[in-house]
């Protein structure tokens, strides 16, 4: 009798481990060069009270400041404190001795994409420059999946993304830096307009919120599986100097994904049965002495990132604290995982963060 009880308590371990997903559809959302210390601690009180990176630090004090940490990335992040961090899971906080780290040599944007997506770090991508990923990523691979086939797709605001995503070879529509919403709907035929005669600040890029409702449009009229959002004017505005900017920008993207979340709960195709992954790319310099607009290896602990997660099959644990440390390159195979699929391509590809599911 109690063989036959190990029996079946052994039986019921391999099934578990073996456990379906509740998950259907996967959003990655990245928005770029965004540090751990404002998610987990909010404004930083050496770049919010000083005048050269706050043009109006009594606005923004108003706005972003309180006495405690936990007070302050409320105010900053409320839907990752109110919402993911009460329903699934934060990493990075290395206050707490969560780490979370890029495992590539450069910390700065291709670099960390490819490592996102591909799930390794390859030390050829060594360079923004528009050049066609060579390297198979988890979007590519699902894509060919015949459950998923058509069924993947991207928003960016980064003209780079379609090189990372390798929009030609891989067929996956992605659409980023200025390019127009082909047979628009009123609504994109409005946001079209919009991003073509609003100057932006940066260029080749377009701003935040084009991407975001251009996105929000294309999920409601195709209903992705699988979709990669990514955001860029954090980044943009660290490097510019605007501590200001960076946070509103920061506070704007968590609306954004708010509104996404809240979307999705509405609709029958995703409610209960779509994932979220919020992440960064790289992290920056601590203070004003020590680099905070930069970011690369010349900037010390530029390397450290977070991660956020929320779905049905990841257990509500908050802001995790003492974990072995975690790699960017895990973040595809998680990706994978969600949905019940073992990433494998022509290159290695790193275990999935197995503590998001369990
Ligand atoms: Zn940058």
Not at 218 to 224: F, G, S
Not at 225 to 243: I, M, N, Q, R
Request: one cysteine or more; a neutral charge; glycine letters at 6%.
């Amino acid at each position: 009798m109690k063989l036959f009880m190990l029996r079946i308590s052994l039986l019921l371990i391999t099934l578990s481990s073996f456990a379906q997903r509740q998950t259907e559809n996967i959003i990655l959302i990245t928005t770029d060069g965004l540090r751990w210390q404002e998610v987990f601690g909010g404004a930083d009180s050496t770049l919010l009270f000083d005048p050269t990176f706050t043009s109006d630090t009594t606005k923004l004090k108003k706005q972003f400041w309180a006495s405690t940490a936990k007070e302050r990335r409320q105010k900053l992040l409320p839907f990752f404190w109110d919402t993911v961090a009460k329903q699934g899971q934060l990493y990075g906080n290395r206050d707490k001795g969560s780490k979370m780290n890029v495992s590539n040599a450069y910390w700065f944007s291709y670099p960390g994409y490819n490592e996102i997506l591909s799930g390794f770090a390859d030390e050829r991508i060594n360079s923004n420059d528009k050049i066609d990923n060579p390297n198979t990523t988890v979007l590519e691979f699902i894509n060919r999946q015949p459950k998923y086939q058509g069924k993947v797709a991207s928003y960016a605001t980064w003209d780079v993304v379609p090189h990372i995503i390798n929009e030609k070879r891989t067929g996956i529509p992605v659409n980023a830096g200025h390019e127009a919403v082909a047979s628009p709907n009123p609504r994109e035929q409005l946001l079209n307009e919009i991003q073509d005669k609003l100057p932006s600040p940066w260029g080749e890029t377009r701003q935040d919120f084009i991407t975001y409702y251009m996105a929000k449009e294309y999920i409601q009229k195709n209903k992705p599986k699988v979709f990669f959002l990514s955001f860029d004017e954090t980044d943009d505005y660290a490097h510019a100097g605007k501590y200001d900017q960076y946070l509103l920008t920061a506070n704007l993207v968590d609306k954004f994904i708010a509104d996404l979340w809240n979307y999705l709960q509405s609709q029958p195709e995703y409610k209960g049965k779509t994932t979220i992954l919020l992440t960064t790319d790289h992290g920056r310099g601590h203070n004003p002495k020590a680099r905070w607009k930069d970011h690369g290896t010349k900037t010390p602990d530029s390397y450290q990132i977070w991660m956020g997660a929320m779905g049905p099959d990841t257990p509500a644990k908050g802001e995790v604290k003492h974990t072995q440390v975690l790699f960017q390159n895990q973040i595809a195979q998680t990706v994978a995982s969600a949905l019940g699929l073992n990433f494998t391509c022509e290159h290695s590809v790193a275990e999935a963060i197995l503590t998001v599911f369990k």
